[in-house]
């Protein structure tokens, strides 16, 4: 039952800290965000809490294998830190680019954030090999963020 709460709350970490970038973005993204300039391959607006949703499901699942090793040594350790600090500038990137309406600043911070993620990743894999690979979409979705986030601030 231990394992089971932990499992919980594991996946409701990154979940809450999607429900605060999302309270970031609520106001702006039906206004400020309709009048900027996108780029071709911008996705529908319905598609990112989707996506976020799956992205934050999973990292938090992987966390938690993580976590369940965590007397193993220190890459989970390290891991567990690195996981902790990019879910901070995750949260805070909502924040720079929706709250302040700022695409350069948002462009500098998730410039920051993806190095954080692989090397979160990385220390991940070391320790295990699902959670890893749970975090690889998560690499994926944030790498095409980063075009995204720039291709706004340069059309703009």
């Known amino acids: 039952?231990?394992?089971?709460?932990?499992?919980?709350?594991?996946?409701?970490?990154?979940?809450?800290?999607?429900?605060?970038?999302?309270?970031?973005?609520?106001?702006?993204?039906?206004?400020?965000?309709?009048?900027?300039?996108?780029?071709?391959?911008?996705?529908?607006?319905?598609?990112?809490?989707?996506?976020?949703?799956?992205?934050?499901?999973?990292?938090?699942?992987?966390?938690?294998?993580v976590w369940l090793k965590r007397d193993t040594g220190s890459y989970s350790r390290n891991?567990?830190?690195?996981?902790?600090?990019?879910?901070?500038?995750?949260?805070?990137?909502?924040?720079?680019?929706?709250?302040l309406q700022n695409p350069g600043l948002a462009l500098i911070e998730i410039l920051i954030l993806l190095p954080l993620i692989i090397i979160t990743t990385f220390y991940f894999f070391k320790t295990d090999r699902i959670a890893g690979w749970l975090m690889i979409p998560y690499i994926a979705w944030v790498s095409f963020a980063t075009v995204l986030n720039a291709s706004i601030y340069w059309l703009n």
């Open 1 to 65: 039952m231990k394992k089971v709460i932990t499992c919980i709350l594991a996946i409701g970490i990154p979940l809450l800290i999607g429900v605060i970038g999302s309270i970031f973005t609520q106001e702006s993204v039906s206004t400020w965000y309709l009048t900027l300039e996108k780029p071709s391959f911008n996705p529908p607006n319905y598609l990112f809490p989707i996506a976020w949703t799956y992205l934050y499901i999973t990292m938090g699942f992987a966390s938690w294998l």
């Open 79 to 99: 891991g567990l830190i690195f996981y902790s600090i990019q879910l901070f500038f995750n949260m805070m990137w909502s924040y720079l680019f929706f709250t």
